[in-house]
């Protein structure tokens, strides 16, 4: 039997703490929920900031919530050039030895020494799903996708624990490369 679950697609985003959104946006600052994303308790923000790098800016980059211990920046391998900044594939909240930028807010901004990532692909999954498919959270995997464009995406991270939701996440221009869109189904090969 094959083993389905959704794919989701990750445009760029910028996780933060909430000292460098209290300089950002103001002392105290709360965020705003936009939406409501399909990780239990995860929402997109109205709040918007500005990436500034070396050679070039992105403007209104999306803020994530809730607020996190670390402030996170999560780009595509394309910002990174348009950035100037070297891209590292890792996950999430795996910060150390990354690259820095500028982040511009409407009250302040901040110099991160550390941070900047590409997400690697990943699959959230509650530990019911995980037994059900067979893997534990840490396992590396291969995802199939369907369709004209269909590719094997290799080195695919299991996260599985009791708040995460039975989803794949790849970035943007993977998604695009491969075809799919969210919600699209994928099949885990072990």
Known sequence: MALKLPIALS????????????ILFGEGYKLTIKKDLSQPGQYACEEKVDLVGPKGTIK???VLGPVRSKTQVEILLADAFKLGVEPVIRNSGDIEGTPGLKIV??????????????????????????????????????????????????????????????????????????????????????
């Open 11 to 22: 445009n760029r985003h910028v996780h933060l703490s909430q000292e460098d959104l209290d």
């Open 60 to 62: 209104g980059v999306r």
């Open 105 to 190: 807010g409407p009250k302040g901004e901040i110099e991160l020494d550390k941070g900047v990532i590409v997400a690697a692909r990943h699959i959230h999954m509650h530990t019911d799903d995980a037994e059900r498919f067979g893997v534990k959270d840490g396992d590396v995997v291969k995802v199939k996708t369907e369709g004209p464009r269909a590719v094997v995406f290799e080195n695919v991270l299991i996260r599985s624990g009791e708040t995460h939701a039975l989803e794949m996440h790849v970035d943007l221009e993977e998604g695009n490369a491969a075809g799919v869109k969210n919600g699209d189904m994928v099949e885990l090969i072990k």
